[in-house]
């Protein structure tokens, strides 16, 4: 009894304590701490990791990702960073491995691909240089981002010098599926994934939202979009 007794004492201190802590940043109208604490992502007070780290509001911020910083990439609009700066995964405008590294969104990134750079991924915004955009919203040359398999995998070309063959997602081709209110293809194409008619695997394979889908799974599941499309 005795035990229970001081378990639920140090449980109400927390939350008393939890309760009476200052509020700051975005969570209390942009409010600083006082003392030189750092104000956590959540807007609590503090210092250590848990405060000063990544996500740090304000006070001596010691992690990346800082609301003092500019922001910038999908979090701003496709903003990008001044003075050569790197713009982190997180949206934030630095240098060094954290703001250049793996996920950087724009500026002298050294990493691995970021944030889609192009595309319907990217507010339709067009690569530049003649560079070609892949299915998956990112800048580049060769097969992978000009022809029927960017970006690592199904689709094609959005924007720039496309091969011929056309694509899944390539500007012109026609629209159907969800992407336009559950319009059906002509000419027994398949519609696929993307919402572009045409034939052969990339359309009439997995995802496919209509037309002679290869998966009695596609299948049934154009017929149910169209169905609930029609709903009143």
């Known amino acids: 009894m005795k035990a229970l007794l001081a378990l639920g004492a140090l449980l109400l201190v927390g939350v008393i304590t939890h309760a009476q802590a200052q509020q700051c940043g975005s969570q209390a109208g942009g409010k600083e701490c006082p003392n030189n604490l750092c104000c956590s992502p959540y807007g609590y007070c503090g210092s250590g990791d848990a405060y000063c780290g990544n ?3 304000n006070g001596p911020c010691n992690g990346y990702g800082t609301l003092r910083q ?4 999908s ?3 496709v903003k990008e960073c001044p003075n050569n700066l790197c713009c982190s995964r997180w949206g934030y405008c630095g240098s060094g491995e954290a703001y250049c ?3 950087c969104q724009n500026g ?3 990493g691995a691909l970021g944030a889609p750079q192009c595309g319907v991924q990217a507010g339709g915004r067009t690569c ?3 560079l070609c955009c892949s299915p998956y919203g990112y800048c580049g040359t060769g097969p992978d981002y000009c022809g029927g398999n960017g970006g690592g995998g199904g689709g094609c070309c959005q ?3 496309c091969s011929s063959g056309g694509g899944i997602g390539r500007p012109g081709g026609e629209q159907c599926g969800s992407q336009v209110d ?3 293809c002509p000419n027994g194409l398949c519609c696929s994934k993307y919402g572009y008619c045409g034939s052969g695997q990339a359309y009439c394979g997995n995802g496919c939202q209509g037309g002679p889908c290869y998966s009695s799974y596609a299948r049934a599941g154009a017929l149910l979009s169209r169905a609930l499309l029609r709903q009143p």
């Open 159 to 161: 924007s720039g010098p």
């Open 55 to 57: 996500g740090c509001q």
């Open 182 to 184: 559950g319009k059906e």
């Open 128 to 130: 530049p240089n003649g």
């Open 75 to 77: 979090q701003a609009d």
């Open 101 to 103: 590294g793996n996920g």
């Open 108 to 110: 002298p990134c050294d």
């Open 70 to 73: 500019e922001q910038c990439g």
